[in-house]
C-alpha cells in the first residue's frame, strides 16, 4: 500500500507533525510512504491559461508541485492536512489543488478511486475543522477519489484537532485529536485493502 501525504501548512509546525505521525502509523502497518510540504516550496498560482486542456502534456508551470504530481499519481492512498486560515484550508494548499486540474485534463481517470482522507487543525476549538475537511473530501469527490471519514463515535467526518495554536507540541496535548486521527487511520487502511484487493 503507497501512501502519499501533504502538509498544506507553511511552517514545520503542528500539521507537519500530524501527517508524519499517521505517516509512521501507516509504514508500522505495512505502507510505503511519501511526504510532501507546502513550507518554503514555489507554489504558482493556476492562471487558467488552459494550456493543460490544449496540450495535455501537465502545467505549463514548471515549480516544486511537479514532484505532488508524480506522487499523486504513484499513491494508492493520499492524506491531506490543513491548518485552518479563516475557517478553512490554507491558500497555499488551495492552489495545489487547483493546480490538478493539469494531470487531471491528461488523464481524466488519473486519480480515479484513490483513496482520500484529511486531518485538519485549528487553534480554536470549533475553528473551521470540519469545513476544512469537507474542502479536502470535495476535492477528493471531484477527481474520482474515495473519500473516508472515521466513523461516528469518534471520527466522524475525519482527524481533526484543536492545537491551541501551540504547533506540535499543541497537536501531542491533544488527545482526542489523536484518537479521531488514529481511528480516521484505521478505516482508511481498511478502504484501501479492499480496494486494491
Ligand atoms: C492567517 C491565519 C488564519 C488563521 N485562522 C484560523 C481560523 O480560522 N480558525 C482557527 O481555529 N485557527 C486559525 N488560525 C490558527 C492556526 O490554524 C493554528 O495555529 C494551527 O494550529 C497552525 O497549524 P501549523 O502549526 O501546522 O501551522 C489561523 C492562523 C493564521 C496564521
Not at 40 to 47: L, P, S, V, Y
Not at 66 to 92: K, R
Not at 110 to 117: A, D, S
Request: with cysteine.
Amino acid at each position: 500500500m503507497k501512501i502519499f501525504g501533504i502538509s498544506g501548512s507553511p511552517r514545520l509546525q503542528g500539521t507537519h507533525y500530524g501527517v508524519n505521525y499517521a505517516l509512521e502509523y501507516l509504514k508500522e502497518r505495512d505502507c510505503e510512504v511519501r511526504y510532501f510540504s507546502v513550507a518554503r516550496k514555489e507554489i504558482k498560482f493556476c492562471m487558467h491559461c488552459d494550456y493543460c486542456i490544449r496540450k495535455k502534456e501537465g502545467c505549463i508551470h514548471k515549480d516544486d508541485l511537479n514532484e505532488v504530481y508524480d506522487n499523486l499519481i504513484w499513491a494508492d492512498g493520499i492524506i491531506i492536512g490543513s491548518p485552518m486560515y479563516q475557517g478553512n484550508i490554507t491558500g497555499q494548499l488551495k492552489t495545489l489543488m487547483d493546480r490538478c486540474r493539469a494531470i487531471v485534463a491528461k488523464d481524466p481517470k488519473i486519480l480515479k478511486n484513490k483513496v482520500g482522507m484529511g486531518i485538519t487543525i485549528g487553534g480554536d476549538r470549533n475553528g473551521g475543522q470540519e469545513i476544512g475537511l469537507r474542502t479536502i473530501h470535495d476535492f477528493y469527490m471531484i477527481n474520482e477519489m474515495i473519500p473516508i471519514g472515521g466513523g461516528s463515535f469518534g471520527a466522524n467526518l475525519g482527524a481533526t484537532f484543536w492545537s491551541k495554536d501551540k504547533g506540535k507540541e499543541g497537536i501531542m496535548e491533544d488527545k482526542e485529536g489523536l484518537r479521531s486521527l488514529k481511528k480516521t487511520l484505521n478505516r482508511f487502511l481498511e478502504v484501501i485493502k479492499n480496494n486494491i484487493k
